[in-house]
């Protein structure tokens, strides 16, 4: 699966759009961009995923360039739960198959702080 | 979405003992599970994949002999930690994938492992 870099951390007032950004230059074309996020002392907690396209959930939007190399997560009015460390993750779609088809592969993600 | 249960939340043994990490898909059968393993302050590490009716895929440097992985229905994986040390208290934590088409993997809450 394709590498992703994130920001270590970032910061957003509560109310306002949290952008976060990904790096996953080396992606294939049958490689999906996930992300999950995860709040202290809890498991993760998935969010949105895409290929393409654009998406968009009650959660967040997930906005990928037309290259594929880089994403961004938004997350339009953010609160103070939404303070937690966010994963990009990159994975191959269901044409891989096999036993290991759902394994995640975390970087550090990027923990987003919220503030009054 | 899709549930994933573990149990118990928070468990502290003595050295020496086995602590048995119990993981249930709620509403949905997952022929595949995997186990995770978080440290302070890092992200989380794939320790195994656990495949229902057959042997666990441990990750390189994984123990199998230690971490004793139990698939025995579609629902239910268990993670035992054998002889467990101070050094394998951590954060574990499991996941299931959904069947079908590029479906997300959903997390259980974790389980605080502390040896003493």
């Known amino acids: 699966d394709a590498k992703t870099t994130q920001p270590p951390s970032m910061d957003c007032a509560e109310g306002r759009a949290a952008n976060l950004p990904c790096n996953h230059s080396t992606i294939s074309g049958n490689e999906y961009v996930y992300w999950y996020r995860q709040i202290h002392s809890q498991g993760p907690q998935y969010i949105i995923h895409?290929?393409?396209n654009n998406e968009t959930n009650e959660m967040a939007s997930l906005i990928i360039t037309e290259d594929r190399k880089s994403s961004t997560l938004i997350l339009p009015h953010a609160t103070l739960r939404d303070t937690a460390v966010y994963y990009c993750?990159?994975?191959?779609?269901?044409?891989?198959?096999?036993?290991?088809?759902?394994?995640?592969?975390f970087g550090q993600g990027t923990i987003l702080t919220v503030h009054p | 979405g899709a549930v994933v249960s573990q149990h118990p939340s928070w468990v502290i043994c003595k050295s020496g003992t086995s602590v048995k990490i119990e993981c249930r898909s709620l509403d949905f059968q997952a022929t595949t599970m995997f186990w995770y393993r978080q440290f302070p302050k890092q992200s989380l590490m794939l320790m195994a994949t656990?495949?229902?009716?057959?042997?666990?895929?441990?990750e390189q440097g994984v123990e199998k002999d230690k971490f004793l992985i139990n698939h025995a229905s579609l629902t239910l994986s268990t993670l035992t930690v054998t002889s467990a040390h101070p050094e394998d208290s951590s954060f574990y934590i499991c996941?299931?994938?959904?069947?079908?088409?590029?479906?997300?993997?959903?997390f259980g809450q974790g389980t605080r492992l502390t040896v003493v």
């Open positions: 993750i990159v994975r191959v779609g269901s044409g891989a198959g096999g036993t290991s088809y759902g394994k995640l592969t």
């Open positions: 996941s299931a994938r959904e069947p079908g088409v590029n479906t997300e993997a959903f």
């Open positions: 895409g290929l393409k």
């Open positions: 656990s495949n229902e009716g057959s042997k666990a895929t441990y």
